[in-house]
C-alpha cells in the first residue's frame, strides 16, 4: 500500500512541477543563461564558430544586429529573445514570458536577451532600443562558441 | 484650479486634416491631475513615463496599425487584415486600459466606495476586504504583464474579478465590463517599488477613485 502510496505522490509532484514550478524553474534556467552569456568586456565581432554560422545564416554580423533589434523590440509584452540553433541553422526565436526553447525541442540556446521591463527599466527607463543597443557591447562570444560545439556535437 | 498633465505629443489632429481619413485619429488623452499628485504612492517619474511615453506609444501606434488595415480592407487583402490583429489587439488594449486607469485613480481617493457599489461588493464577495483580498491575489499573481480586473458580468448582473494578460482588453476578451483596473506591467511600479509588486499593489488602494468606479458601476446596471 505504501508503495502505491509514494508512486501517487510521485506523480503528483511531478505534474505539480510541471504545472506550478515550470515557470519558477524556467526563469532560474532563463536568468542563469543571460548572465553567462554577457560579460564586463565582452561585446566587439563574433569569432570562431559563431561568425561563420552567422555570416551563413544572416550573410553579416550587421544584418544579424538589425535583425535581433528587430525581433526584441517588437515583442509585445514581457519575454526573451532567443538565437538558437535548429536543423544546423540559426535562428531568432521570441519567447513570451518565461517560455525558452528547450521545451518542445524549439532549437538548442546560443545567447539569449532578456526584455521584461525589470532587465533594463531603471538603466534605461521605457527605451529598450537603447538596452538592446548596451547589449551587444557585453556578449559574450566565448559562451556563444561553447553551446554551438555542444548543440552541434548532438547532431548526426 | 486643478493643472492637468499634458504631453508635448499626441494632440488631435487639426480638423483641417480631418478629411483625409473617415475615422477619428485616437489622441492621448490629459492626465485629470498632475504627474506628481499620486504621490507618495506612485511618484512623479512614474506617471510622467507612463503617460507621455507608454500611452502615448500606445496611442501612436494603434493609429499606424488603423492606418494600415484600412489600406488593407481597402484592397480586400485579408491576409494583411489578419497579420495586423495582434498589433490592433496590443495597441488598441493598451490605449483602452490605460484611458480607463488614469480615470480609476485620484489624489483625493482611497477608503471604501458607499452605496450601490458597495452594496453590490458584499453581496458579490462577501465584503470589501474579502474583494481587496481577491483582486490583490489576482494581480500579484499575474505571471509577466497584465491587469488585474474589477468587472461587471451583464448576463449573471455581478462584479466578477478576472485578470488579463499583456495588454488584452476585459471586454473584449472577456465580454466583462471593465469598472477599475490594476496595471502590474513592471513598468507601472518598477521605479518606485523594484521587484516588490506586493508593496505597489498595497500602495494604490489609497489612491483609488470610487466615485468613479461607482459612475462604471452606475453606468452597466442601465
Redo the contacts between chains.
Sequence with gaps: LTFYLFIYLFIIIILFYFFFFFDLLAQLYNHNFFWLGIKENGGGKPYGEIKKKIEETFFSFKNFKNQFTQEALSHFGSGWIWLILKNNKLKIYQGHDDQTPLKGAIGHPILTLDIWEHAYYVDYRNARSDYIKEWFNKINWDFANYNLSVSLEGQC | MLSRAVCGTGRQLAPALGYLGSRQKHSLPDLPYDYGALEPHINAEIMQ?HHC??HA?YVNNLNVTEEKYQEALAKGDVTAQIALQ?ALK?NGGGHINHSIFWTNLSPNGGGEPKGELLEAIKRDFGSFEKFKEKLMAASVGV????WGWLGFNKERGQLQIAAC???DPLQGTTGLIPLLGIDV???AY??QY??ARPDYLKAIWNIINWENVTERYMACKK
Design positions: 513615463l511615453k507608454h506609444a495582434p496590443f505571471q509577466g504583464s497584465g494578460p499583456n495588454q506591467w513592471e513598468h518598477y521605479l523594484k521587484n
